[in-house]
């Protein structure tokens, strides 16, 4: 394995490992702070964060992006690279919807809240692939405002994402 190919895998596994620390942080935080009684705070921080969040994950995915196209990466990586920022995007949405459902108890209809912390997740899991992939069965269906905004957001950044990636590389296509 070459350093470059070496380099963005690690880059990745780094902003995977830093996503994960700061919603450690945010439920952390949740966890200090009555969040029963400072829900718009919390809100306001988690729509904040979000935001950037987004921001960070796009401009970040098309700067490397460009790195691999520019060194001639094989289209093998590229995928891997497409499907690594795709996993980071729905893990990180995932955890904004179990933050939302923990705030706002009725965030969703149709998602059991009774139910042990990883089968919760595994269906926000199953919720934001559903929500990326814009297929959208109805089985778990956001009914607050905030999980609303945070769908609506999801759905933005899988087009910008998606329709990036993919001209991206049929431009490098086309001048080759």
Known sequence: MTKNKLFTLTSLFK???MLIIISALI??????????ENKGILVVFLMVFSLA???????KTFGKMDTLIR?????SHILF???????????SFTL???????????????LNLNQPFFYKFFDLFYFSIVTFT??????????GKIVKLLTILEMATAFITIVFILSKYTRNHEKI
């Open 15 to 17: 902003e995977f490992m």
């Open 134 to 143: 814009t297929v959208g069965y109805g089985d778990i269906v956001p009914v």
């Open 53 to 59: 969040k987004v921001y960070v994950l796009i401009s």
């Open 81 to 91: 690279f497409s499907i690594t920022i795709i996993f980071i995007i729905n893990i």
């Open 27 to 36: 439920f952390f935080v949740m966890s200090i702070m009555d969040h029963k």
């Open 71 to 75: 060194n001639n990466h094989k289209v």
């Open 96 to 110: 904004d919807y179990l933050c939302v459902s923990d705030i706002y108890v009725n965030s969703f209809n149709g």
